[in-house]
């Protein structure tokens, strides 16, 4: 039955931005610089959901920014002007497509790659280990001499079906818990954070509510809709502690999967808050041909904040450059220690 919501809720977005272009996209406008800003400015400020937790003046960014954009200038000069106002969304779901470039949010980009949480290095040679396994996109092995089941998954674009997760967990049934790296997991398919969760034991909880942009103005939604923890199906769930790792590199498909794990019992979401881009994006044409993108949606999480910007960890442990130097990953070892306290405890 998600799926069967995922799929039509993909449809419903993709009929709402043609129908949305075919509505206000003038049958005349001239692919001039001037009417192609207007235009980009004039969607982003009817139908973009975020405006509330960008804390972005948009109607200072266009009057700031217009007298700069003229008809006959170069291609690349005005490319360059609406980076400068789409950037200041600081959006990972905002892009625009020209001709020879394409422009992504820099805060995003400046996050992922500064305030990196994760060391590839290490991971592999100490926690994956050559004797390592793969089963679809997630890769794995026995750690804390192999009381602990590691899994990194590195993308929500790699397979992660219900089945895969449940033949990895099935081959080390005696771990106390499972350490589920997501870190610099940059999203990906919806669907691969469903197929993950069915395996986490449910009770039909809230995991957030949302709503899509309804009308012009920037508070114009509809009614919050509620979604609830999948099934478990005819799948056994997996009661044991379950530890996230997060970090600034988490976006998109990573920061939902964050939010939603967050509402189930044996689940502790550690290490950095993610990068966010918890929106659902749609886009459309530019008179001139370009194409734009941006988030038509807001999540708010079941404590009534929207976590647009990231979603923080229950534990906050950051990277030591100590243990790096010692081939240690301090988080890895953090969330190892978290899980046999926890069995312990019981």
């Known amino acids: 039955m998600r799926s069967i919501k995922i799929s039509l ?17 003038p049958s005349d406008a001239e692919a001039s610089a001037t ?39 170069s291609g690349d000069s005005l490319f360059a002007v609406m980076r400068k106002l789409l950037n200041s969304l600081d959006d990972g779901h905002v892009n625009l497509w020209g001709n020879n470039d394409v422009a992504s949010s820099e805060a995003i980009f400046l996050s992922r790659y500064t305030i990196k949480n994760f060391d590839a290095n290490t991971i592999a040679v100490t926690y994956l280990r050559p ?27 790699n397979s992660a079906q219900t ?9 080390y049934p005696d771990v106390k818990g499972v350490v589920f790296d997501i870190r610099q997991n940059g999203g990906g398919e919806i669907q691969n954070e469903w197929n993950l969760m069915a395996l986490l034991p449910s009770q039909g909880q809230l995991l957030y509510h949302t709503q899509m942009k309804a ?6 939604f509809t009614v919050p809709t509620p979604v609830h923890a999948p099934s478990n199906g005819n799948h056994t769930p997996f009661n044991k502690p379950f530890v996230l790792l997060t970090d600034r590199g988490c976006y998109s498909a990573a920061s939902s999967f ?14 950095d808050t993610t990068a966010g881009g918890l929106a659902i994006p749609a886009g459309g044409a530019l008179p001139n041909g370009w194409y734009y993108r941006f988030g038509v ?40 220690h978290y899980i046999n306290q926890t069995e312990t405890d019981k």
């Open 297 to 336: 949606s807001r999540t708010i999480a079941p404590d009534g904040v929207n976590y647009e910007n990231g979603v923080p960890p229950d534990q906050v442990v950051m990277l030591d450059p100590n243990a790096t130097a010692l081939h240690r990953d301090n988080i890895i070892d953090s969330a190892c």
């Open 131 to 157: 004797d390592h396994h793969t089963t679809g996109g997630m890769v794995y092995n026995s750690i804390d001499s192999g009381r602990v089941l590691y899994i990194r998954y590195a993308s929500f674009s």
């Open 163 to 171: 089945s895969q997760l449940e033949t990895i967990l099935r081959r």
């Open 35 to 73: 009417a192609t800003f207007d235009y980009l400015w004039q969607q982003v400020d009817e139908r973009y959901s975020l405006f509330d937790v960008k804390a972005v003046d948009w109607q200072q960014m266009y009057d700031s920014l217009r007298p700069q954009v003229y008809d006959g200038m």
């Open 9 to 25: 809720l993909a449809v419903l977005l993709s009929l709402y931005a043609g129908s949305c272009e075919k509505l206000l996209m």
């Open 258 to 271: 964050a939010l939603c794990l967050k509402s189930y019992s044996n689940v502790t979401v550690m290490g």
């Open 215 to 220: 009308g012009a103005a920037h508070d114009e």
